[in-house]
């Protein structure tokens, strides 16, 4: 441990902590512990794992108001959006808890008196779990609590800008009774997951950025390990003449700014019938009027800091970019002056696709909204992407959604919702918004391999 890690605030700019970061001869060294302790933690009766995982989910509860401060002082997410989040990890984890026994058990699919045919679940042994900070809890225990429980040993890194509560989650987790080397958090940036993505695991496990996956699967592509790369989007919502424009207005912009914007899932792209449109972006101003703005520590905040000061230029970018090509700046599209890293939240009208807005993921407090014809405009326009992660229609006819959402090309679609992840639904993107699958019983399956059983009588 050479480097150190400063963990600051970046709805104020302070210190939180310093942290001593990994190198890349501690990875190793991590990644070796991982490697003898794995087949120990295999070995133990699910039962025994099962209940390591539900200790885990006490503490949690116990813990739970100290975590979301945590959460909310390294990350900027309003306290009640922390406290959602716990709240959230805990149902994933009961379903997992639930579920694992029955997706994991061995299946009998033959017998006679001569053969019988087996289908067992074998762990895939050490696995990286590369996190990222918007959603820690989410996004790490979508991986770390099915991966733990199939017999998996995990080395984990939590994004650089949430490391303390990857740290809270390691500690938690050893008390609970993971075995030390079992779970081992990984500090550091981007350096240190280059690291642990050289280390000789047997899958890796990774929630970010597009670019930053592109270059995992360059790493991995040609060691014929499990890879599994859950990254970003640019999720459209189409609002046909038939819904009501306000109950869609209030939807949708909660959809698009909840997480301050910050959210793989968030609603980044509009697109309204002609026939509604002025209604509908009355609505969505007066409803994004409402939005309190302010410390995120304080309780009725619903508009927190951006995580990453980099962003900020982005997000200049974008909105710079829309109203030079014609778009229309109905609220925001500056940075807000006080310490920390703030963002107005921000509404253009008129947009297009030649504009950046509607077309790269924004990552913040700002939407495009674009005017269309009809059903076929707006399906064509919703997959005009490199993304495909989700994607939504509000319409008061069932059929014609159920129409329209087969047509469009994403791993999750949305009838009159957005914004929305259910440990019960698979979670997956298609296109550059990744491969693989994470949550429901498919999700039991990513963290192991299939071993045929042939067996013959003497
Ligand atoms: P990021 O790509 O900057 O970083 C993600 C993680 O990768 C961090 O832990 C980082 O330290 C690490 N990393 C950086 N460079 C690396 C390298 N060369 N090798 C190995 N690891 C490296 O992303 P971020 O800013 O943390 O997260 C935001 C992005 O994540 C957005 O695009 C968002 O849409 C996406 N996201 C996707 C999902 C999903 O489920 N699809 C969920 C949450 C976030």
Redesign the pocket.
């Known amino acids: 441990m050479t480097k150190t890690l400063r963990i600051i605030n970046p709805a104020n700019g302070s210190v939180v902590a310093e942290v001593s970061a990994d190198d890349a001869a501690s990875v190793a060294a991590k990644a070796a512990r991982a490697r003898a302790a794995q087949p120990g933690w295999a070995g133990r009766p699910l039962a025994e794992r099962k209940a390591v995982v539900s200790r885990f989910r006490e503490k949690v509860v116990a813990e739970l108001e100290t975590l979301a401060k945590t959460l909310t002082s390294e990350v900027g997410k309003p306290i009640a959006q922390s406290r959602n989040e716990l709240n959230g990890f805990l149902g994933r984890i009961d379903f997992f808890l639930a579920k694992v026994e029955a997706s994991t058990a061995n299946e009998e699919v033959f017998a006679d008196a001569a053969i019988t045919e087996r289908i067992g679940h074998d762990p895939l042994g050490v696995v990286a779990n590369?996190?990222?900070?918007?959603?820690p809890y989410?996004?790490g225990g979508n991986v770390f609590v099915p991966a733990l429980l199939t017999g998996n040993a995990v080395l984990y890194?939590?994004?650089?800008?949430a490391t303390l509560t990857g740290l809270h989650i390691t500690r938690l987790l050893h008390a609970a009774g993971v075995p030390d080397d079992v779970f081992i958090a990984i500090v550091?940036?981007?350096e240190?997951?280059?690291a642990?993505?050289e280390q000789p695991v047997d899958g890796v496990f990774?929630?970010?950025?597009?670019?930053?996956?592109a270059?995992?699967a360059a790493?991995v592509g040609p060691r014929m390990i499990r890879l599994q790369l859950?990254?970003?989007?640019k999720d459209p919502t189409y609002v046909a003449e038939d819904a009501d424009p306000k109950a869609a207005a209030e939807s949708l912009a909660d959809g698009a700014m909840y997480n301050t914007g910050?959210?793989?899932?968030s609603v980044e792209r509009i697109y309204v019938h002609e026939r509604i449109h002025d209604a509908f972006v009355d609505a969505f101003l007066l409803t994004v009027a409402g939005f309190k703005i302010g410390d995120p520590a304080e309780d009725g905040t619903y508009i927190g800091a951006i995580t990453?000061a980099p962003q900020l230029d982005v997000l200049e970018a974008q909105v710079a970019d829309a109203v030079a090509k014609g778009g229309r700046l109905r609220t925001g599209g500056k940075r807000i002056d006080r310490p920390g890293n703030w963002f107005e939240p921000t509404v253009v009208t008129d947009a297009n696709h030649d504009m950046l807005l509607m077309r790269e993921?924004s990552?913040g407090p700002i939407i495009g909204i674009q005017k269309v014809k009809g059903d076929d405009d707006a399906v064509a326009l919703m997959n005009d992407t490199r993304y495909g992660?989700t994607a939504g229609v509000f319409t008061c006819d069932e059929a014609r959604a159920g129409r329209l959402l087969a047509r469009v090309n994403a791993g999750s679609v949305y009838w009159n919702c957005c914004d929305r992840v259910s440990p019960r639904l698979p979670?997956s993107?298609r296109g550059d918004?990744?491969v693989g699958v994470?949550l429901s019983t498919y999700g039991f399956q990513t963290f192991t391999r299939p071993k045929a059983w042939h067996l013959r009588k003497p």
């Open positions: 590369i996190s990222a900070w918007n959603y989410f996004v890194k939590p994004s650089e800008f550091g940036d981007g240190a997951g280059a642990l993505v990774f929630t970010g950025s597009a670019a930053t996956g270059k995992i790493a859950e990254l970003g989007g910050q959210s793989c899932c990453r993921e990552f992660l979670w993107g918004s990744g994470t």
